[in-house]
């Protein structure tokens, strides 16, 4: 039986306000891509969840077609929280999305009334919840209105099958005029949730801004780059690694010998300062009050446990940041 750690809300600085609202999101959350399908060890999945909920992370990110196979990480999740974490529901930010593809036919993507809320009720169901705190709209669908796909989200609101509403991967222009239907609706956006790592910094010109102007929180994806600002391949590539085991979005050809020998710099800049380049990566995003959680993903326990570590040191020296432009532009 799996006890939470009594120890789990010792450090009250570990939580961010999420935008103008009433929500505390915790600095790191985690998020079931990847290691919680149906394919995946539940053991692990389990043991991840748990630890994470141990250390205070009282956030998990889900989507309909989390997997493989579509919806199996919602079944996993689900059955964690019957078994382990559902005694603690009340502690627990649940996020769910729909958006990619999910299902055959005109109804089963994008941003359609009839597709979000279908997809919704398929999610709560297969994670056995009455309702999620956040609902996203996965991606902006240029082919339907924004008034619909927004007034999708905020009627999962007005009827309780979501507690909050939330964007993800819509440009600026786009995040303002969603923002903007969504207050009308009476359902305000509490949060966005962008791609944003050291490689990938489309959020700093405008998005960020944007963000705080509007009041809206801001969850980091792929804080760690996929695995490629951590460690992990200094070696080679690992057989347990994502990109041996699911390449369809991190290839081992997109572990250059340019980026190792980038990430190599930027793991020596991290022992300087008393991290591993995991912990530094993880930091570097939050440096933005912006930034309200970053959202990793897990394969290991121990990961979960040194992505959490990232928490003792926040700042940066101009010095450091400095160094870390030149490593990137290098
Ligand atoms: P990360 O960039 O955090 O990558 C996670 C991977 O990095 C892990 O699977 C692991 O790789 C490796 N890793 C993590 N911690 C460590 C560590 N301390 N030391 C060494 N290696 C480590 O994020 P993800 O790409 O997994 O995305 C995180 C979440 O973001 C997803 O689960 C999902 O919830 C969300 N997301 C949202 C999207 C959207 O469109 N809204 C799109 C993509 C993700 P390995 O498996 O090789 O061990």
């Given at each position: 039986m799996y006890s939470p750690a009594?120890?789990?809300?010792?450090?009250?600085?570990?939580y961010r306000r999420?935008?103008?609202?009433?929500i505390r999101l915790p600095l790191i959350s985690l998020g079931?891509?990847?290691?919680?399908?149906?394919?995946?060890s539940y053991d692990n999945a389990r043991a991840i969840a748990c630890r994470a909920f141990d250390h205070g992370i009282t956030h998990f990110d889900l989507a309909n077609n989390y997997g493989p196979p579509d919806g199996s990480a919602e079944e996993t999740f689900g059955r964690i929280l019957r078994e382990d974490l559902g005694k603690s529901r009340d502690e627990l930010i649940i996020s769910t999305k729909a958006g990619y593809?999910?299902?055959?036919?005109?109804?089963?993507?994008?941003?359609s009334r009839k597709y979000l809320l279908a997809s919704l009720d398929q999610s709560l169901r297969r994670m056995g919840l009455?309702?999620?705190d956040i609902f996203y709209s996965h991606r902006p669908d240029p082919d339907t209105p924004l008034e619909e796909t927004m007034g999708a989200v905020a009627h999962a609101v007005h009827v309780g099958k979501a507690l909050y509403a939330g964007i993800s991967n819509y440009p600026p222009a786009e995040t303002v005029r969603a923002a903007k239907l969504l207050r009308d609706m009476g359902a305000p956006c509490l949060i966005h949730q962008p791609h944003y790592n050291m490689f990938d910094?489309?959020?700093?010109?405008?998005l960020l801004d944007t963000l705080a102007q509007e009041g809206i929180g801001c969850i980091v994806f792929s804080p760690l780059a996929k695995g490629l600002?951590?460690?992990?391949?200094f070696k080679g590539v690992?057989?347990?690694s994502r990109a041996s085991r699911?390449?369809?979005?991190?290839?081992?050809?997109?572990?250059t010998d340019a980026v190792l020998a980038k990430t190599k710099k930027l793991h020596d800049l991290a022992q300087s300062r008393g991290q591993t380049l995991a912990q530094m990566a993880l930091a570097w995003v939050l440096?933005?009050?912006?930034?309200t959680s970053a959202l990793i993903g897990a394969s290991k326990v121990s990961q979960v446990d040194d992505c959490v570590g990232a928490a003792r040191n926040l700042k940066f020296s101009d010095a450091e940041l400095g160094q870390i432009e030149k490593i990137l532009a290098e």
């Open positions: 009594a120890t789990r809300y010792n450090s009250p600085e570990f999420c935008g103008c609202s009433g079931l891509w990847h290691n919680f399908g149906g394919k995946d593809l999910m299902w055959p036919g005109p109804y089963g993507e994008w941003g009455d309702y999620v910094r489309w959020v700093e010109p405008q600002l951590t460690d992990r391949y690992p057989a347990d699911d390449p369809r979005f991190l290839r081992p050809a997109d572990i440096r933005h009050r912006a930034v």
